[in-house]
DNA sequence: GGACTGTCTTGACATCCGTCGAAGCGGAGA
DNA sequence: TCTCCGCTTCGACGGATGTCAAGACAGTCC
């Protein structure tokens, strides 16, 4: 269930959209904006930063949401929120295995919005 | 009026703050989720996106306030709110030099989030 | 000094977001 | 089958956010 590209409102962020010079050297057009923008949203609360963090390094490329709600002073509901947020924005993928459930990053939904941030060594 | 580096409240990414190994290598402490979340989150709206982007391509390094309205269906104080959080995020950096404002990016600030989000080539 | 222009601040309002408790669902084990 | 456990969804609430109209402030030109 994790094939097709940007299943029903969620943001494109795979692998083989061709997207995004930094955003310094040229303007960002409004449609990329508009589809850029949530994945930065999402990164933009810090619960969701640690748990992606917590997932993108995770050993093995994934990580139990049992290994990651103890990690906050936050019930259930509100971290599996946050995940559907994550999960939403493109930024990282679920699958039940069993009783549990395992999460793993998009390297290329990260490396997408670190193109977009990347600066010239310093130019001028 | 913009030399100290984090007056108030606001986001310290100046570029001395030695700040942050890659997302994916090693999991973000608390503390600094709760310093970076903040400036994802103002690059969390397609509005501030381009405006962030309009000013880091501007040609000279700087841009007008003027200039940066028109290119948007929204009010002067809805653009004036905007780049205020873009200010208060530590992404830009505000001059009013005779009767214009110009706003200029933080290229290290930039370059943290950048170096945040960056993903070893393809590990494994 | 006075009028004008450009930008920011204030106040108000509708909407969105983070959080929780309660309930639902899916799988494992007795 | 029945019960327990892990995770998600639902419903609700308070606080934050995006937007605008109106007013305030800074600087220029006559």
């Given at each position: 269930?994790?094939?097709?590209?940007?299943?029903?409102?969620?943001?494109?962020?795979?692998?083989?959209?061709?997207?995004?010079?930094?955003?310094?050297?040229?303007?960002?057009?409004?449609?990329?904006?508009?589809?850029?923008?949530?994945?930065?949203?999402?990164?933009?609360?810090?619960?969701?930063?640690?748990?992606?963090?917590?997932?993108?390094?995770?050993?093995?490329?994934?990580?139990?949401?049992?290994?990651?709600?103890?990690?906050?002073?936050?019930?259930?509901?509100?971290?599996?929120?946050?995940?559907?947020?994550?999960?939403?924005?493109?930024?990282?993928?679920?699958?039940?295995?069993?009783?549990?459930?395992?999460?793993?990053?998009?390297?290329?939904?990260?490396?997408?919005?670190?193109?977009?941030?990347?600066?010239?060594?310093?130019r001028g």
């Amino acid at each position: 269930m994790s094939k097709q590209a940007a299943p029903l409102g969620l943001v494109d962020l795979s692998a083989d959209a061709p997207c995004c010079p930094p955003l310094a050297r040229r303007r960002v057009p409004a449609e990329t904006a508009a589809a850029l923008a949530p994945a930065f949203k999402a990164l933009g609360d810090p619960v969701r930063l640690q748990l992606m963090s917590m997932i993108a390094s995770a050993d093995g490329g994934e990580i139990c949401v049992c290994d990651l709600t103890p990690a906050f002073d936050l019930t259930g509901p509100t971290i599996s929120h946050h995940l559907r947020t994550l999960r939403e924005a493109g930024l990282v993928d679920a699958e039940r295995r069993g009783t549990w459930v395992y999460y793993r990053a998009r390297p290329a939904a990260l490396r997408q919005l670190a193109a977009l941030l990347t600066v010239e060594p310093t130019r001028g």
